[in-house]
Nanobody, 118 residues
Framework: QEQLVESGGGLVQPGGSLRLSCAVS????????MTWYRQAPGKERELVAA???????NYDDSVKGRFSISRDNAKNTVYLQMNSLKTEDTAVYYC????????????WGQGTQVTVSS
């Protein structure tokens, strides 16, 4: 069965750092683009950072220069390094895997809570 499991969330003070991990199983990880989304209460889910199968990255403007996405194909894991955290970063962070050739297939993790508060 396909499974994405996020970890690394928690409570951190403004200016602090967290590293989120998403462990993937049940799919051929190297064939999937990986994306981190987040959703704050009362708001739409939004793209935070993405990395393609080839390693190309893109970020939402609100996190550029602060967040970094990476992947380790040998470990079937994608990471999100979050630095200089702001209260506005508070949200549930979700991991997404998407394959867009032949047919579109995508899978979601259950989410991990990130709270930035003093």
């Amino acid at each position: 069965q396909e499974q994405l499991v996020e970890s690394g969330g928690g409570l951190v003070q403004p200016g602090g750092s967290l590293r989120l991990s998403c462990a993937v199983s049940g799919i051929s990880f190297r064939f999937y683009h990986m994306t981190w989304y987040r959703q704050a209460p009362g708001k739409e889910r939004e793209l935070v950072a993405a990395i393609t199968t080839g390693g190309t990255t893109n970020y939402d403007d609100s996190v550029k220069g602060r967040f970094s996405i990476s992947r380790d194909n040998a470990k079937n894991t994608v990471y999100l390094q979050m630095n200089s955290l702001k209260t506005e970063d508070t949200a549930v962070y979700y991991c997404n895997a998407r394959r867009d050739y032949i047919v579109v297939r995508q899978f979601w993790g259950q989410g991990t809570q990130v709270t930035v508060s003093s």
